[in-house]
């Protein structure tokens, strides 16, 4: 999968914006388990680095879940998941139809 989201990359028109940034930024205040998340802007990639009041791989996973209903484009959406230890490490890309994409590395710990 890893390579099948590199190559996606290069069919896309990666966008970083402010309205993407805020709409993550907004959806981590809402979520209780999230104790901070931290997102910066890299050459039109977002990292994400979200710190759980309790770490479990079960928290982990709902908070990805509710990251990727709320931020997902409608027309595509692909991640590839990294467990290590006590961090868990999402590559993360969603697309529109007219190819406009965003890619994040989510980082939850």
């Known amino acids: 999968m890893y390579k099948v989201i590199n190559e996606y990359l290069g069919k896309v028109n990666l966008q970083a914006n402010d309205t993407i ?3 993550i930024n907004d959806w981590s205040k809402d979520i209780k388990e999230i104790q ?3 997102v910066t802007v890299n050459f039109k ?3 994400v680095d979200i710190r759980l009041k309790k770490f479990s791989i ?3 996973k709902k908070v990805f879940d509710k990251f990727n209903e709320c931020i997902s484009y409608p027309y595509s959406s692909m991640y590839v998941r990294f467990n ?3 961090c ?3 590559r ?3 697309s529109k139809e007219n190819k406009e994409a965003f890619y994040c590395d989510i980082v939850i710990s």
């Open 88 to 90: 868990v490490r999402y």
């Open 45 to 47: 990639r977002y990292i």
């Open 36 to 38: 901070s998340c931290t």
């Open 21 to 23: 940034y805020n709409k």
């Open 84 to 86: 290590e230890g006590k």
């Open 58 to 60: 079960d928290e982990v």
């Open 92 to 94: 993360y890309m969603t």
